[in-house]
Structures are given as structure tokens and as C-alpha cells.
């Protein structure tokens, strides 16, 4: 044991994330175990006894019995958590007075729980500076993670892919990344993707003898049960308190993620410059760092949550919010320094191909350094206790109204706002194009010419109908459709 050694010690600043304070040892163990398996699930951490947690009064421990309590204290930790935790357990003075400093290290076979209580019940993360009972949701990326396993990886329960499914997606997933490349010398230079390429990525994967489609596949093809989508708004002032525009985007992942960068793309200021004779478009916020930063929350965000990644704008920023909070062991200041931790290896491998976000870790390092290139204020990181938000500030303005731009701009700039063309994702794109050539076609023919689901069909008719872009006219049987907004 390690108690003989005594160290100097900085005097109290306040319990936080990795730092708690216990005035004695309680008479239960339990409510101080709930924090060593809180340190021992997150980022590890120190419990302090001889602290007074209130005060923060260095009131020491006794030293005649020191020696005692310290097997105690390790004795209690090594009997009641489950794995096994072995804590650091030594002694420091402050101001003349011994302190007993129990440290936790962050464990590598999560989760770790109080066994009296069982996994379900006795299972702790530490945010902020309380240690709290997880969610079901939460216990289960645990899980995962603690097994060195990723949900989007997991095989899809109660879907079946075929080999033309399998050979679609193949095919879509290049078709974007050449989409997204610019110099035509390296859209040749894309190479296909296979069917062993996807069980590389975790977009495939064997279970009971078969190939089988993960997770990650039915995102990436919009089959998800209960498929989430990115919601997108326009907000008046600063606040939530009044909308100036909504949408949902739903269909596969990729599709969420490039409509709600157009829709970003659509809404925010827009101005013109000059140069030479050309007209060259200048955008209030750098449009790389945009698609980069709703890239990662598709990305990055927790699956096993149940709600949706957020776009809001607002007159003063852009803000991203992502379920499911940051990853165990990162920290934001990490994350801006590039440490990357991927959530969903799967998915990452898939976007990293097609040209939808940088190399792992590198992309909020880029969009700190766009950012404060293009003159804005610093990304605002908010980590909740189940999501992240991310805020990207807009430029100031004039009293006009006008964006003032911190950049240097030729004085013939000038300035639009865009807010009445709807921005639809690729698949509602493909099915608007088949209506317009073929109106008088059923939900059956509509299915067979774009190779979908009738169900598929259905889904996407529904949100063009509700959009006013197009309506039915006449019988099931004997009518045909009609696009209302042309501008589409």
C-alpha cells in the first residue's frame, strides 16, 4: 500500500467532474461506492477524505486510526464493485492536517457497478460534479463499449439484405463520394466499394454462419426501425420562442445529413462578390466547416438515444445539437485538440469514403481554424448530460440589417436571404423526377421504376404532399399527380 508515502496537497477548490469531497468515511459504504464506479465508468477521479464537501473546511483525519482506514477504504472498494476496482489509496497534508485521497482510474471492462445492487441499479456515471444512475441507453454503450463493440456494427434485428440491396448501397456509396470529389482526376481514382469492403467497415457483418446487415446498413439505406431524422428550424431572435421555419428530413443518414446542409446553405445570408468579371458567392459562415460540423453529429451521435440531431438557427448562430452526449474518456478540450473516439466506427468508415467528413480527429481542429479565419467568434461547445451542442456564431450586423462582414470584401458585395425554395433530399428528389415524367404512374410503378419499397414510396409521397410540392388528383385508380411548386 502506498499510504506510507505523505504529499503535499493544493487546498480545496471545489468538488467537479473528477473530484469529490467526504468530511469522514460514512458508516456505508454505498454512498460513497456510487462515486467510485462513476470515476471507474468516465474519465476516473479522486474521493477526498477530511474535506468538508460544503465548506470545503480541511478538517483531516485521525491519524492514530489512519493506517486502519485506509485497508478499509480498500478493502470496501475491491469487495462491493463488480469488475473489481483496485484504488490508489495514499495520504496528503494540507495546512497541517492529513487528508486519505482515494484515485480511481478510468477501467477498461465497463460497466462497472455496486454488486449488492446489480448492473441495472447499481451502475453510475459522473457529469458535472454529481454521480448519477445511467439510462437503460446509456448502460448498454457501456456495455458495447466495455466489450470493445460498437452498436452501428451489431447486427440489425429483424431485417434481411439481399444481394441487390447489398449491391444498391455498394453503388450509392460511390456514386456520392464521386459526387463529392472535385478534380476529375480523383473521381476516376474512387474505388468501388464491395461487399467486403462494408464487412471491413462494420457495414456487414457474420453472425450464425451468414453475412448479415448491421446497424450501420440500415441507416445508411433509410431501413432503420424507427429511423431517426434531422430536424431543422428557423428561429426568430435568440431564443426558441418563435419559428420562423421548419423541417424533418428523414431517408437514409447521408440524405439527412446533405438536405440539412442545403437547407442551411438556403437560409443563411447569402452575398455576391466581383471578381474580375466573374460573380463569385460569398456566405456569411464558412460552408466546409457547416457540412463538417452536421457530418459529425450524424456521425458521432448516440443511436441507442431516442431523440433527434437538431439544426437550429438563430439571428445571433448556428447550433447543432446531438443525442447522446460526449463519449466516455473525451473531453472537449480533447476534441479541439483532435482526439477522435468514434462512436459508430461503422458509419465513420462509410462518410469517410464518401467525402462527407475529414479524416478521423481532424475535423474540429479545421473548423476551429475556418472559423476563426473567416473572422467569427470561437465554436461554443455545450456538453449536456445526454447531448452535445455545438454553436457557430454568425456575423454581426449593421443597423441596417446588413451582415457586416470582419473580412476583407470588395465593397460591391451584396446581400440575400433566401427563405422560400424547399430543400429536398436525394431520394425526394428521384421520386419528384418520376412523377414529373410519368404522372399517371401508381405507388406500385413508382416502387419498380426506382427500385424501392412500396413502403418507401409511400413514406416519401407523404412528405412531398405535406410540403405542397405535389398532390394526387382524381381516384386511386384512374387519377395522376401534379407538382405544385416548381421551384423544387
Same mark, same amino acid.
Given at each position: 500500500?502506498? /499510504?506510507?508515502?505523505?504529499?503535499?496537497?493544493? %487546498?480545496?477548490?471545489?468538488?467537479?467532474?473528477?473530484? !469529490?469531497?467526504?468530511v469522514a468515511v460514512p458508516e456505508s459504504s454505498e454512498k460513497y461506492m456510487k462515486t467510485v464506479v462513476a470515476f471507474a465508468n468516465t474519465q476516473g477521479g479522486r474521493l477526498v477524505?477530511?474535506?468538508?464537501?460544503?465548506?470545503?473546511?480541511?478538517? /483531516? %483525519?485521525? !491519524?492514530?486510526?489512519?493506517? +486502519?482506514?485506509m485497508d478499509a477504504l480498500t478493502n470496501a472498494i475491491s469487495d462491493s464493485c463488480e469488475p473489481r476496482i483496485v484504488p490508489n489509496?495514499?495520504?496528503?497534508?494540507?495546512? /497541517?492536517?492529513t487528508l486519505i485521497v482515494v484515485e480511481i482510474l478510468p477501467g477498461m471492462m465497463r460497466p462497472y457497478y455496486i454488486r449488492s445492487k446489480g448492473m441495472v441499479n447499481g451502475t453510475f456515471t459522473r457529469v458535472a460534479g454529481t454521480s448519477r444512475l445511467v439510462s437503460r441507453e446509456m448502460l448498454k454503450e457501456l456495455i458495447l463499449e466495455g466489450q470493445n463493440r460498437f452498436f452501428d456494427s451489431e447486427p440489425c434485428e429483424g431485417l434481411a439484405a439481399t444481394?441487390?440491396?447489398?449491391?444498391?448501397?455498394?453503388?450509392?456509396?460511390?456514386?456520392?463520394?464521386?459526387?463529392n470529389t472535385v478534380e476529375e482526376k480523383d473521381k476516376l481514382a474512387v474505388k468501388d466499394v464491395t461487399p467486403n469492403v462494408l464487412r471491413s467497415w462494420g457495414v456487414l457483418t457474420e453472425h450464425e454462419g451468414k453475412i448479415v446487415p448491421t446497424n450501420a446498413f440500415a441507416l445508411l439505406t433509410g431501413r432503420m426501425m424507427f429511423q431517426p431524422v434531422v430536424q431543422c428550424g428557423i428561429f426568430k431572435g435568440t431564443t426558441r420562442g418563435y419559428f420562423v421555419d421548419r423541417r424533418e428530413f428523414g431517408g437514409s443518414v447521408q440524405d439527412q445529413m446533405e438536405a440539412a446542409y442545403q437547407y442551411v446553405r438556403e437560409k443563411i445570408n447569402r452575398g455576391m462578390r466581383l471578381v474580375g468579371v466573374y460573380r463569385q458567392d460569398v456566405y456569411e459562415l464558412p460552408m466546409a466547416s457547416v457540412r463538417e460540423l452536421i457530418a459529425n453529429a450524424v456521425v458521432h451521435r448516440s443511436y441507442l438515444e431516442t431523440g433527434n440531431i437538431q439544426v437550429a438557427l438563430f439571428d445571433d448562430r448556428l447550433e447543432v445539437t446531438s443525442p447522446g452526449g460526449l463519449m466516455t474518456g473525451v473531453t472537449i478540450e480533447q476534441m479541439k485538440a483532435g482526439y477522435s473516439k468514434p462512436r459508430n466506427r461503422a458509419l465513420a468508415n462509410a462518410f469517410a469514403y464518401m467525402n462527407l467528413i475529414e479524416k478521423w480527429g481532424s475535423g474540429i481542429p479545421n473548423m476551429v481554424r475556418d472559423c476563426k479565419a473567416y473572422g467569427l467568434p470561437d465554436l461554443e461547445f455545450i456538453d449536456f448530460e445526454s447531448a452535445i451542442r455545438i454553436n457557430m456564431y454568425r456575423k454581426t450586423t449593421q443597423s441596417n440589417g446588413t451582415p457586416q462582414?470582419?473580412?476583407?470584401?470588395?465593397?460591391?458585395? +451584396?446581400?440575400t436571404t433566401r427563405y422560400d425554395t424547399p430543400v429536398l433530399t436525394l431520394k425526394e428528389q428521384k421520386l419528384l423526377q418520376v412523377i414529373q415524367e410519368h404522372p399517371e404512374m401508381g405507388q406500385k410503378k413508382f416502387a419498380e421504376?426506382?427500385?424501392?419499397?412500396?413502403? +418507401?414510396?409511400?413514406?416519401?409521397?407523404?412528405?412531398?404532399?405535406? %410540403?405542397?410540392?405535389?398532390?394526387?388528383v382524381g381516384t386511386s385508380r384512374k387519377g395522376h399527380w401534379e407538382v405544385m411548386n416548381k421551384k423544387s
Open positions: 500500500m502506498s /499510504g506510507s508515502v505523505v504529499k503535499c496537497m493544493k %487546498m480545496p477548490t471545489g468538488e467537479s467532474k473528477r473530484v !469529490e469531497y467526504k477524505f477530511g474535506v468538508d464537501d460544503k465548506t470545503l473546511d480541511v478538517v /483531516g %483525519m485521525d !491519524e492514530e486510526t489512519i493506517f +486502519q482506514t489509496v495514499t495520504m496528503q497534508s494540507v495546512g /497541517g492536517k444481394d441487390a440491396d447489398i449491391t444498391a448501397l455498394c453503388s450509392s456509396l460511390k456514386e456520392t463520394a464521386v459526387r462582414f470582419t473580412t476583407q470584401l470588395p465593397k460591391t458585395t +451584396q446581400f421504376e426506382l427500385e424501392w419499397t412500396v413502403d +418507401q414510396v409511400k413514406y416519401y409521397l407523404r412528405k412531398l404532399t405535406k %410540403m405542397n410540392i405535389v398532390h394526387h
